[in-house]
Nanobody, 121 residues
């Protein structure tokens, strides 16, 4: 059972940047990514990356602002978030799955506990 632990959340102002990180408990050939859930809303897909790192996928609203990357030597995945907006406020979850995922309807198998990101206007 792979365990995922997020770090890097916090309170920032609109326009600021934040970098989220996720460490996996073991080395596995899993696709990894991020979902988020704002208060009163359903969880939604944010970004994902294949195990090799050769392909990345993003929700339309974060394209050009967020960048996902991974370091397989450290069993880690990162989400660089630039030009943050108040609507990015949510709990961000690190996720992993055998098969790459790129939409909200298909939930990954493995989930972290989540880290809060709050963007003030």
């Amino acid at each position: 059972q792979v365990q995922l632990v997020e770090s890097g959340g916090g309170l920032v102002q609109a326009g600021d940047s934040l970098r989220l990180s996720c460490a996996a408990s073991e080395r596995t050939k899993l696709a990894m990514g991020w979902f988020r859930q704002a208060t009163g809303k359903e969880r939604e897909f944010v970004a994902s990356i294949t195990w090799s790192g050769s392909s990345t996928y993003y929700q339309d609203s974060v394209k050009g602002r967020f960048t996902i990357s991974r370091d397989n030597a450290k069993n880690a995945v990162h989400l660089q978030m630039n030009s943050l907006k108040p609507e990015d406020t949510a709990v961000y979850y690190c996720t992993a799955n055998v098969v790459i995922f790129m939409e909200s309807a298909r939930l990954p198998e493995y989930w972290g506990q989540g880290t809060q990101v709050t963007v003030s206007s």
